[in-house]
């Protein structure tokens, strides 16, 4: 969408919030996706599922969940294939949730420094799940938000460490700050887009942040995926393209030539056919995208649509669910499954 409309879609989502907020306390995005590449197999499926969740294959799971209440704006969502179970951020209240087939909320991250958790990652080979923390006020002009990442453990949502990702940019950084999504990498760096400064920060396993490539002009990068060939692709906001950025050599990140722009383009994730799906919160679609030429250049190659306004999606099995966080009205968000096309 563009910067004017996320400004709008967020100050409504501030006062939609604000006769449901809790105690405890948002791509864009989208985030983050499951780090899984288009040469990877999907993970094997558990024995036995975990006892304390509504546990499910994709042949369990309705078409559409409806979360139990407003206000919870689930902007990022994660299926988690080790304990089989969706995941999702708020950006009303910082909580990570698991949602029951019912629709029905359990905390799983608790932290009072969490304030707006945006994208959010399973790294099920890490036993981690890892989130975006921002401030969904920036939107508001209230405040210069800020950029963090929270690891967690994925078995017990117990916090790992919280990363300052604005140290990055040194004492005395200007601007404002929105971490929106996150990927992992085959070693275990983490990569997390900053719409707001424009660029994307990298994570090593020491857990100190660096800054991997901050864009040309305004791109406001959203939505990231890493692919085993060693690179990234992130979707820009504002500039409707899709970029792909070497993690070894991010001086030659590049713009891949797509036969349309990429209006509304938001989370982004691996289909378990290779496709890249981007979920576009301004034309309610998920456009899958194929390449032959290691992403230089891309095509459409399906098109799924669903009603309202989505922002990232997650894969189970062979299917695609996006989750609605309803920015706009009083409606309890939603988790619907994508048919493609």
């Known amino acids: 969408m563009s910067q004017r409309f996320l400004i709008a879609a967020f100050a409504a989502a501030?006062?939609?919030?604000?006769?449901?907020?809790?105690?405890?306390?948002?791509?864009?995005?989208?985030?983050?996706?499951?780090?899984?590449?288009?040469?990877?197999?999907p993970a094997a499926e558990p024995a036995a599922p975990a006892p304390a969740a509504q546990s499910a294959g994709a042949g369990d799971i309705p078409d559409r969940i409806v979360i139990e209440r407003q206000g919870v704006i689930p902007e990022g969502i994660e299926y988690d294939q080790t304990n089989r179970r969706f995941l999702v951020g708020s950006l009303g209240e910082g909580t990570v949730f698991e949602v029951g087939l019912d629709g029905r909320l359990t905390p799983f991250v608790t932290d009072d420094e969490l304030v707006s958790s945006v994208g959010i990652?399973?790294?099920?080979?890490?036993?981690?799940?890892?989130?975006?923390?921002?401030?969904?006020?920036?939107?508001?002009?209230s405040a210069t938000g800020h950029a963090k990442l929270g690891i967690y453990a994925l078995d017990s949502g117990e916090r790992i460490s919280m990363i300052d990702l604005g140290a990055a940019l040194g004492d005395s950084p200007e601007g404002a700050f929105f971490a929106n999504d996150v990927a992992v990498g085959a070693d275990g760096t983490a990569y997390v887009?900053?719409?707001?400064?424009?660029?994307?920060?990298?994570?090593?396993?020491d857990g100190v942040p660096s800054v991997l490539h901050r864009f040309d002009g305004d791109a406001g990068p959203n939505g990231i995926v890493y692919h085993d060939g060693g690179y990234l692709l992130v979707v820009g906001l504002t500039s409707q393209a899709l970029y792909k950025i070497p993690v070894d050599n991010p001086d030659a990140?590049?713009?891949v030539t797509l036969p349309e722009p990429l209006a509304g383009g938001d989370g982004m994730v691996w289909a378990p056919d290779g496709r890249l799906a981007v979920v576009s919160n301004s034309t309610s679609r998920v456009i899958l995208?194929?390449?032959?030429?290691?992403?230089?250049?891309?095509?459409?190659?399906?098109?799924?649509?669903?009603?309202?306004?989505?922002?990232?999606?997650?894969?189970?099995?062979?299917?695609?669910?996006?989750?609605?966080?309803?920015?706009q009205d009083?409606?309890?968000?939603?988790?619907?499954?994508?048919?493609?096309?």
């Open 121 to 141: 990652e399973v790294d099920e080979e890490r036993n981690r799940l890892l989130v975006c923390n921002s401030d969904r006020n920036v939107f508001g002009g």
């Open 193 to 205: 887009t900053d719409t707001r400064q424009n660029l994307v920060y990298r994570v090593g396993n």
């Open 289 to 327: 995208l194929s390449s032959d030429d290691d992403w230089a250049t891309a095509e459409i190659a399906g098109i799924g649509t669903f009603e309202g306004q989505g922002t990232t999606a997650a894969v189970v099995g062979d299917d695609i669910f996006v989750v609605k966080p309803q920015f």
């Open 330 to 341: 009083q409606a309890p968000p939603e988790i619907e499954r994508v048919s493609i096309q």
């Open 253 to 255: 990140a590049a713009e």
């Open 14 to 41: 501030m006062l939609a919030a604000c006769t449901e907020e809790p105690s405890t306390s948002p791509s864009v995005d989208s985030t983050a996706e499951p780090s899984a590449s288009p040469s990877a197999q």
